[in-house]
């Protein structure tokens, strides 16, 4: 028999305004408990240093977290030229240093174009990447050096916002990249352009796919939210479960398809997309689920909610 979850059934996306200092999964447990909600997941890491947009699934939402593991995102970041350290953040020790005073603003611009584009990374080993199923940070911590393989990224944007000149200089930069980005990496990178060591100071995330920190509240907000005890003044923060799925063809499916639909089955529907995955809703527009199209128009179902 499955055993039961323990906490009350909440569907829906949050998107927090995660704070310094927490993990990911630290902010993700404590909103989990101030919804007590059942289930919950966060999509995608951002690290204790770390602020901003962390968009959270609630119950069924977690069914289509992986639009947001897919989707790009943006960031600002201040970034430290002339000091490196062991984490390539400001939490990190300091293991080299180069005096930055040659480096003006537009030596900066040029080294970033160069890293703008289809470009590869190598992963920090002070990161959530699993390698033999345990994250490069926990082997990081025990001294160890593992070969990380370089990974295929696309930098949209890297802007040049503000520079400080210095023996230890400062950037302020905007950055638009796809999934799998370290921004820390790309500090690290922008470094060995110049000639420099590299860090970040500060990064926060103002971006995820459709969500930005317009959207975004925090666990302050969440906290008093609860001080009423009303947990409809909670789940009216809360997002409908398919708000990342705007970006996907929508059809409607006739009485009889949603029937068949519902039971895991494909269904053909005239004059739909020829091609790529749709978002699913009912003839009333209640949203079913995630499809794909097949040959001749078919429809199969890939995520569905539950009934």
Sequence with gaps: MAR????????????????????SNGALQRAKRLFT??????????DPL??????????????????LLDADKGYLSTIVLGIATDTADADGQIIAQKEATAVDAEAV?????TLM??????????????????????????????ERAARPVQIHRFDLLDFTAGEVA???TAVHCSKGTYIRALAEDLGAALNLPAHVKTLRRTQAGPFGLANAVTLTQLEAATESGAEDRLDALLLPVDASLDHLPRVVLSEAATFYMRKGQTVLVPNGPRSGMVRIVDAGGAFLGVGKVQEEGAIAPVRLLAQ
């Design 4 to 23: 039961r979850r323990k906490g009350r059934s909440v569907n829906g996306l949050l998107i927090l305004d995660k704070s310094a200092g927490m993990t």
């Design 37 to 46: 909600a059942a289930k919950a997941g966060h999509t995608g890491s951002l």
């Design 50 to 67: 770390a602020t901003g947009v962390l968009p959270l699934c609630f119950g069924e939402a977690t069914k289509f977290s992986q639009f």
């Design 109 to 113: 611009r040029h080294a970033m174009t």
């Design 117 to 146: 584009g289809a470009i590869e990374q190598v992963p920090p080993m002070y990161s959530a990447l699993k390698v033999d199923g345990q994250p490069l940070y926990k082997r990081a911590r025990a001294g160890e050096q593992i």
């Design 170 to 172: 400062e950037i302020s």
